[in-house]
């Protein structure tokens, strides 16, 4: 039998339980199929221009949650990374470490959650700047993602109208029927029409049953902005 000093034992134990942490993190690929430039952002990761083909490589922890990504547009940053962007501004700053201001089609994801699965979806819930797909591509899952490639912001109602993009009404009325400020609301004629063109995504706070999707731990995705 062979014997491991206590004193060598940490030493030891590193390699294996960073091997562990490492086989239960996430690859996420993010992939700007858009014509024009947009510039990434994610939470946690931060942000980075992505001219018309190009792509950026994420590595996220096992355990995140609250996690987003998105596109932003209209963006003019300084060389040190400060500025602003028409849509899905972080407190103006290239590399984002705040949620992005509304209108922006989000990526959201949970990471090893409950019986290890992860937990994501697209939500359109702080309204649409680009469409979007959101999809597995490792792990063995047997879910085929979330797609919201509708041109939303061409059949925006006026008064969701914004530049650049779509309100969702919440942002717009800000009152309990669309924001759901005491936990209780329910679809309406604006969730509807999101729900039409992306219905796989958030359409509104309450839209779980048809919009929340899972992975095993341990899968690495791919976001897509502007989908072919």
């Known amino acids: 039998m062979v014997m491991i000093s206590p004193t060598l034992l940490p030493l030891f134990l590193f390699p294996l339980l960073l091997l562990i942490s490492l086989s239960t993190a996430a690859t996420f690929t ?4 858009c014509s024009y430039t947009v510039w ?3 939470v946690p990761g931060g942000g980075r221009q992505l001219n018309a083909g190009q792509s950026w490589v994420l590595n996220v922890n096992a355990g995140t949650t609250g996690g ?3 596109a932003r547009t209209g963006c003019s940053f300084d060389g040190n990374g400060n500025g602003k ?11 984002c470490t705040a949620y992005g201001v509304p209108p922006n089609t989000l990526a959201e994801y949970a990471l090893n959650q409950y019986g290890k699965q992860d937990f994501f979806d697209i939500s359109l819930v702080d309204g649409f700047n680009v469409p979007m797909n959101f999809l597995p591509t490792s792990g063995g899952c047997s879910s085929k993602g979330v797609h ?17 993009g779509c309100n969702n009404p919440c942002t717009v009325f800000k009152t ?3 924001c759901c400020n005491s936990g209780s609301c329910g679809a309406t004629d604006y969730s509807k029409f999101f729900k039409k063109l992306c219905p796989q995504a958030y359409s509104y706070p309450k ?3 048809t919009s929340t999707f899972t992975c095993p731990e341990g899968t690495n995705y791919q976001v897509v902005f502007c989908p072919h």
């Not at 993010?30 to 199929?33: A, E, F, P, R, S």
């Not at 509708?150 to 969701?160: H, K």
């Open 30 to 33: 993010v992939i700007n199929q």
């Open 85 to 95: 962007c028409q849509t899905g501004d972080c407190g103006g700053k290239l590399a």
């Open 40 to 42: 990434a952002a994610a």
């Open 148 to 164: 919201c490639s509708a041109d939303v912001t061409s059949q925006c109602p006026s008064q969701l109208k914004a530049p650049g």
């Open 207 to 209: 839209d779980d049953a």
């Open 68 to 70: 987003r990504i998105w």
């Open 176 to 178: 309990n029927e669309y």
